[in-house]
């Protein structure tokens, strides 16, 4: 069944409370110096291109060093506008990353996406889709991770049902990739809204790396 962004409040939550995403206020938070502590190990690639109804779902593979332990890219799907809003604004897109680690932990590194040049990977992905199908691509995506990235590092959960909490996030609000309006009036028509309405922080600690 389709998810229904429209009626979320009848989402089963039987979880806590750390819920994503979360609206994201900088000047409640004190800025570490550095990067966040993800670093790529290998070439990110995609190779399965699924309709998911709300949005576009690629699996594939790649290596990450995430605050110093290995995980596993699994797949990447596309939020526009973003989920996590930064200080009242909300990106055009926000890009996860979903990780996943030898005993199960789930890792989600966010792309904090504006509106800029089109990318070009996004486009493949564009010209790809079929809707109700699943197509095998081979689309390389590592220009769009960088171990320099800085933004902001929480616990949280999956976006949508189940809801499971105890998911690592990495936001990365410098990221040098864009989509141009092009793109984004195509994400946008064809699944409309696909962004879940903002949790309460609950006193969760957010760290900065600026």
Known sequence: MMLNYNRQKNWT????????????????????KGNLAFKPKSHYVLIREVDELTTIKLTGRGKANIFGRPFDFKQVHFHSQSEHVIDGKPAAMEVHLVHENKIGQLAVVALMVNEGPANPEFQQIIDRFESGMIDWVDFDITNWVSSESKGFHYLGSLTTPPLQEGVEWIVINNTMLTVDGDQLNWFRSKFHKDYRALQPRNGRVIEWYK
């Open 13 to 32: 939550n039987n979880f806590g409370n750390q819920q994503s995403p979360i609206m994201i206020n900088t000047h409640d938070l004190k800025p570490k």
